[in-house]
Every structure is written in structure tokens, then in C-alpha cells.
């Protein structure tokens, strides 16, 4: 009579192959009966498959960590991890260890013993335990598939500036933004611009919303008569997560980042509304569960994420949940 829900942190699919059918058909037939208890309330951290990208399973664990703290507020109660362990399964991001450890901080664990370690495990396991995690490449090797923080922004209005401005417009303005984005303490790990537009990457959601708030004050404050405009200027930006592919652009030589979520990313920027900061589930997600590992700043964290419901993105990419992040609020 519970409410279920599962998170997977991939298509079910892979996840079926790699983490259930090594331990036989009665495992699968066990699987499948838990995925149709919880009905419509299965979810994935990204629909894509595997595809190497150890990563996938911690990203899918801090969505599961958002997602139940955000349902235990709405029921008025406190959650708890309940963890089976065998007690000697290695620490690898997203694994039941893991989960334990993170949850330990900020709500409580019950660890239910195993007898011992498995009799056997999945080879994905095997094979993830004796590497080490993933690293993003910066040399012209093959590209891999890692986590990522993206963000897109678009400046409103520029269309419509003279030509004559165009030059006080992409130096003038331009340098000084530069100046207030270079002090943000972590640097993105790939910045792209085109005219109007901003492209950015970052491992983590904190510093990427940082960077997105001192974006939108920069251009919604400034003083545009300096710069020759006789109306101010405006800015919209899209936030998201989730795994794209990192490497080095054959054509450009430079490091880049691509892939569906990506173009998700930049799908959600056009319909957000100017002056302001909308982000997807997933980085709401991430961004959550990197504030439940922090201790909150002195007032509390001068953001709150709003659920704005599920918004057709641009070009018929289809619906999906969104959320207005405001600042000025305690959250």
C-alpha cells in the first residue's frame, strides 16, 4: 500500500543487461514485478543508454537523493536511506557505499547487513572497480561520455542594434562581463560564444548557477547609455545536466562538449522568459543534492527553484519539467 518510485540512472534496457541479469532469471522476474508495482512513477536520471559513462550511476543516485528529500517536504516527515550492504563492496561513485555515506550527513541511514559478498558480480562492476574514474580528455583522442552542467544564454533584443553599435556592444560591454565572470572561483571547463549567444560547461551545478546569476545581473543592471544604447538590454538563460561527450574538436582544435543534452539545453534557453533563469529537472536535481552535501551559507541559500510544470521546449522538442530559479530567497 506504499507509494513506490525508482530512478533509473540509464535505459532500462542496459540497465537490465549490466546490473540485474548476471544473477539469473529469477533476478529479472523480480526486477520487472518491482518496475510494474511502481506503475507511471518510474523515471530516468537520462533516457540514453549506458554507453560507458561510469558516471551515469552517481548522477542517477543525487537525483535519487533530490527526489526523496523534495517528497518527504511535501509529506511533512524526514527521509531515510535504507541500504543493504555486504559490507565489503568497494566505494564507487553512485554504489550503495556511496549513497550511505552521503546520506549519513543529512538524514538517517539503516544499513541492513548481507550475509557477505556475492558469489558473483556483474562484469560492469568488475570492470568499473579496477579503473579509476572517469577523466575528461584534452588531447585529440576518441571523446568520452562524462556529467556535465550546461548552460545557454541569449541576449534579447540584439537583432534590433544598429550596426554602429555592434563593435561597443561585443568589446565594450563584452569586457567587462568577462571581468565579473573571471572572478567566479571555478572556471567553466568550455566557454563558446556567437554574437549574442553563450555557451558554457561546468562539472558541478552550484558553480554553474553562480556563473549564471552574475551573467543575468551583468546584463539586466548595466548601464546601457554608456555603452550607447538608449534602451537597456536583456538576457534569457537555460541551465541543464546530464551526459554529453567531451573532447577535441577536429575542425577548431578546441575542446568541446556535445550531444542530446546539449541540444536540450539549448532548446530550453528560447523559451525562457527574459530576465530570468529556468533550469531542468536534472539540474534542479544536482543542484539539490549538492546543497544537502554542504553546509548552507550563513541566512540560508539566497535561491529557491520554483516548479514552473512541464513547458514545450523550442522546436517541437517536446515537453519536459522546468523549474524558475529566483534569487533573494531563502531556500
Given amino acids: 500500500g506504499g507509494e513506490i518510485n525508482i530512478i533509473l540512472p540509464y535505459a532500462q534496457a542496459d540497465f537490465v543487461r549490466n546490473c540485474v541479469a ?37 548522477f542517477g543516485a543525487r537525483m535519487l537523493e533530490s527526489a526523496t528529500h523534495a517528497r518527504a517536504i511535501t509529506l511533512g516527515t524526514d527521509p531515510y536511506l535504507l541500504a543493504l550492504y555486504d559490507g565489503a563492496s568497494p566505494m564507487l561513485d553512485g554504489g550503495t557505499a556511496d549513497m550511505a555515506q552521503r546520506w549519513s550527513r543529512t538524514a538517517p541511514v539503516r544499513v541492513v547487513p548481507l550475509p557477505g559478498p556475492p558469489k558473483s558480480a556483474s562484469p560492469l562492476v568488475q570492470r568499473v572497480a579496477a579503473v579509476e574514474p572517469a577523466k575528461p580528455l584534452v588531447d585529440g583522442s576518441r571523446p568520452q561520455r562524462v ?16 550596426e554602429e553599435q555592434l563593435p561597443s556592444f561585443m568589446y565594450d560591454f563584452s569586457r567587462e ?24 560547461v561546468m562539472a558541478d551545478a552550484l558553480p554553474l548557477l553562480t556563473y549564471a546569476q552574475t551573467l543575468r545581473d551583468a546584463v539586466c543592471n548595466a548601464d546601457w547609455s554608456k555603452f550607447g544604447f538608449s534602451s537597456p538590454l536583456n538576457v534569457r538563460i537555460g541551465l541543464h545536466a546530464g551526459p554529453v561527450y567531451d573532447g577535441i574538436d577536429a575542425i577548431t582544435s578546441r575542446r568541446n562538449f556535445f550531444g542530446s543534452h546539449v541540444i536540450r539545453a539549448a532548446r530550453l534557453e528560447p523559451v525562457t522568459l527574459p530576465g530570468h533563469i529556468y ?37 517541437k522538442f517536446g515537453q519536459y519539467p522546468v523549474y524558475h530559479i529566483r534569487f533573494g530567497q531563502v531556500g
Fill in 22 to 58: 548476471f544473477a539469473g532469471e529469477e533476478a529479472v522476474r523480480r526486477y520487472h514485478a518491482a518496475i510494474a508495482s511502481a506503475g507511471s512513477r518510474v523515471s530516468y536520471a537520462t533516457r540514453e543508454g549506458y554507453l560507458d559513462t561510469p558516471g551515469l550511476y552517481g
Fill in 147 to 162: 556529467v556535465g552542467t550546461m548552460l545557454f544564454a541569449d541576449i534579447v533584443g540584439f537583432s534590433r542594434i544598429q
Fill in 177 to 200: 562581463l568577462a571581468a565579473r565572470l573571471g572572478r567566479i572561483d571555478v572556471e567553466p571547463l568550455m566557454v563558446n560564444t556567437w554574437g549574442d549567444a553563450i555557451y558554457a
Fill in 279 to 315: 533550469a531542468s529537472q536534472q539540474f534542479v536535481g544536482l543542484l539539490t543534492a549538492e546543497k544537502l552535501a554542504k553546509e548552507a551559507p550563513a541566512g540560508g541559500w539566497p535561491f529557491v527553484c520554483e516548479y514552473l510544470g512541464n513547458l514545450e521546449l523550442a522546436k
